[in-house]
């Protein structure tokens, strides 16, 4: 079994729980079950806590999700379009 890594772009949501970026703490992961897998989805720290928006107006890998011990047989069933909906 292996991890499966997706990236989600334009993604701009809250986390429920914290990283620690040095000195600052930002809500940045969200955790959820689907079909007996834990998923993981970490957004880009730069996302949540930049001033000013520089991304306007662009494609931009926003956020990470992050499947541990995904079986080959459920990549190929299409564990991916279950995770981008």
Same mark, same amino acid.
């Given at each position: ?18 990283? +620690? ?51 080959? +047989? ?12």
């Amino acid at each position: 079994m292996s991890d499966l890594r997706a990236y989600v772009a334009n993604y701009l949501g809250g986390g429920e729980d914290f990283s +620690k970026h040095g000195k600052m703490s930002v809500r940045d992961t969200l955790n959820f079950q689907l079909d007996g897998y834990s998923f993981k989805l970490i957004q880009n720290k730069d996302i949540i806590t930049i001033r000013k928006w520089k991304y306007k107006d662009q494609f931009i890998k926003s956020s990470e999700i992050i499947v541990r011990n995904v079986k080959e +047989k459920d990549v190929k069933k299409g564990l991916f379009r279950k995770i981008c909906g």
